[in-house]
């Protein structure tokens, strides 16, 4: 088992800067991919970013790319999401989520492990 929980979240006016944590205990931390993904009110879970176990690659959605940055600390056990230029619309719950299957798949049925999330809303 892996236990995930984020941290980070909060009101941000548009425009702005937010950073997320993830940390992880459990299982050995660098045998997982990590991700991350978020959920307005009324959508469906969407992917955001991801990041390979030595976190040598990364995948963005392309609605945050250019705009977020994806990082990890394998000596930490934890993994960030830097947001900057933050729109109205990049308001939901983000939660990160660590899979042991290769590759950066952009769904989340490839990932094992969740964390309950941490809000973030971004203010017009």
């Known amino acids: 088992q892996v236990q995930l929980v984020e941290s980070g979240g909060g009101l941000v006016q548009a425009g702005g800067t937010l950073r997320l944590s993830c940390a992880a205990s459990g299982r050995t931390f660098s045998n997982y991919a990590m991700g991350w993904f978020r959920q307005a009110p009324g959508k469906e879970r969407e992917f955001v970013a991801a990041?390979?176990?030595?976190?040598?690659?990364?995948n963005y959605a392309k609605s945050v790319t250019g705009r977020f940055t994806i990082s990890r600390d394998n000596a930490k056990n934890t993994v960030t999401l830097q947001m900057t230029r933050l729109k109205p619309e990049d308001t939901a719950v983000y939660h990160c989520?660590?899979?042991?299957?290769?590759?950066?798949?952009?769904?989340?049925?490839?990932?094992?492990?969740w964390g309950q999330g941490t809000q973030v809303t971004v203010s017009s």
């Open positions: 990041i390979s176990r030595i976190g040598g690659s990364t």
């Open positions: 989520a660590a899979t042991g299957r290769p590759g950066l798949r952009p769904t989340s049925d490839n990932y094992d492990y």
